[in-house]
C-alpha cells in the first residue's frame, strides 16, 4: 500500500510494466490528484486506461540490428558472415521483436548449412529447430493461457485462414455461433476482447463512411500477425492427425498434403477443415470422412475449381466458407454436392461466379 507524505503530494509518475490483466491493474493502479500511471501491455484495458500508444512493429534496419545482438552480440555482422543470408533469415522474423531474439539466439555459432537451412524453413513457415519452437512458444504461452476457454478455441479458430489474408468480420462471427453455441453479441464480444490483447487485429475497410462504429460487420475484417496465427497452428496441431479439432492446410500447396492421404481410410474428427490449394480438377481429390465437420473452409486461386467430392457426404456441415485468391472470378464445376448439404446454414463465396 502507498502512503504519500506531506512531501510527496506532488506530482508523481507510477510506470507498470508487463501486465497481464484487468484484475491486476485494478489492484495496482492509484488514483490520487498529481499521480500519472503509464501501462505497458500486451493487452488493452479500455475500462481503466483512457489513452492508448500503440507500438508498431520495428523497421528493416531495427529489426535487423536486434537480430544481430541476438545473434553476434553486436549490432552489425560480422566479416565472417553472410550478410545477405542473416538478412534474409532476419527478414522472415516481420519485426517482431521477440522472434528476432529467439530466433537469432538460437543460431548464435552456427555454421552456414544451419543458416540456410533456418532461412528455407523459415520461408515454408516452418520452425527452425524444436528449441527454436519451444523457445517462442513459451514466451508467448501465457498471453493465451490466461484466456477463457471459449476465447481461446476463437483464438485458435483464426489458424484456419490463409497467412497475410484478411478474414471477412462476418465469416468469423458465423462461424463462432455455428461451432461455440453463442449469439451474435457474444461472438463480437470475443472478437473485441482479442482485438484488445493485440491477438489480433480489426480493420475497417470503409473508414470514410458515415455511421456508427461497426454498425455493419461488412465493413470490417480480421488480420493476425504471422506468427500468432503459427501459434495458434501449433497449438491446434498436438494431437494425432485424425484426431484433430481443426485439420488445416498451413500454406497453399499444389494438391493434399501426403499425410493426409495416408491416413484418408480413417475418419478425421475435425471440427473445422481448412484447405489452400490453386486450382482443383475431381481427379486431384482423395475420399475422407468427415463425420462430425461443421465448418469447411476452401482457399483457391484459380479460373476453375472442382468442389471435393467428399463434401457431399458431409452430413453436419453447417458453414461453408470458399475463397478465391486468383486474378479473375472462379466458375465451378461438382455443384451436384451442394443438394447434399441438408444442414448448411452459412454460406460465404468470394470471387465466384
Not at 558472415?81 to 531474439?101: S, T, Y
Not at 468469423?172 to 461472438?187: C, R, T
Request: proline share 5%; hydrophobic share 40%.
Amino acid at each position: 500500500q502507498l502512503k504519500l507524505g506531506p512531501r510527496d503530494r506532488g506530482p508523481v509518475l507510477v510506470i507498470l510494466d508487463d501486465v497481464w490483466s484487468l484484475s491486476q491493474l485494478e489492484a495496482l493502479i492509484f488514483k490520487f490528484p498529481g499521480c500519472k500511471t503509464p501501462v505497458v501491455s500486451r493487452f488493452k484495458f479500455p475500462s481503466l486506461v483512457t489513452r492508448t500508444y500503440e507500438m508498431e512493429l520495428l523497421n528493416e534496419e531495427a529489426a535487423f540490428s536486434v537480430f544481430c545482438r541476438a545473434a553476434f552480440d553486436q549490432e552489425s555482422v560480422p566479416q565472417t558472415a553472410d550478410k545477405k543470408l542473416v538478412r534474409q533469415v532476419a527478414a522472415e522474423c516481420r519485426g517482431l521483436p521477440l522472434a528476432l531474439k529467439v530466433i537469432g539466439a538460437s543460431l548464435r555459432d552456427q555454421p552456414p548449412k544451419i543458416w540456410l537451412s533456418a532461412k528455407n524453413r523459415l520461408s515454408r513457415g516452418e520452425a527452425i529447430s524444436d528449441s527454436h519452437e519451444t523457445k517462442l512458444l513459451e514466451r508467448m504461452a501465457a498471453s493465451i493461457e490466461c484466456l477463457s476457454g471459449k476465447v481461446r478455441e476463437c483464438f485458435l479458430d483464426l489458424g484456419c485462414f490463409p497467412e497475410d489474408k484478411k478474414i471477412p468480420l462476418d465469416v468469423l462471427i458465423n462461424i463462432w455461433m455455428e461451432i461455440h453455441d453463442m449469439d451474435e453479441p457474444d461472438a463480437f464480444a470475443i472478437l473485441v476482447e482479442l482485438s484488445n490483447k493485440n491477438l489480433l487485429t480489426l480493420v475497417n475497410d470503409a473508414q470514410n463512411k458515415a455511421g456508427d462504429l461497426y454498425s455493419s460487420y461488412h465493413d470490417f475484417s480480421v488480420t493476425q500477425h504471422d506468427v500468432l496465427r503459427d501459434l495458434a497452428l501449433h497449438m491446434s496441431g498436438r494431437d494425432a492427425l485424425n484426431n484433430r479439432r481443426r485439420l488445416v492446410m498451413p500454406r497453399r500447396e499444389e494438391s493434399l498434403p501426403r499425410h493426409w492421404q495416408r491416413n484418408e481410410d480413417t475418419p478425421f474428427e475435425a471440427q473445422i477443415v481448412s484447405i489452400h490449394t490453386g486450382e482443383m480438377k475431381e481427379s486431384d481429390w482423395f475420399q475422407m470422412s468427415f463425420p462430425k465437420t461443421e465448418v469447411l473452409i476452401l482457399n483457391f486461386a484459380s479460373a476453375v475449381y472442382c468442389l471435393p467430392p467428399f463434401i457431399a457426404t458431409m452430413q453436419n456441415l453447417k458453414a461453408l466458407v470458399m475463397i478465391n485468391y486468383g486474378t479473375v472470378s472462379a466458375t465451378f464445376d461438382n455443384l451436384s454436392a451442394f443438394t447434399m448439404l441438408n444442414d448448411l446454414r452459412s454460406l460465404w463465396l468470394e470471387k465466384i461466379t
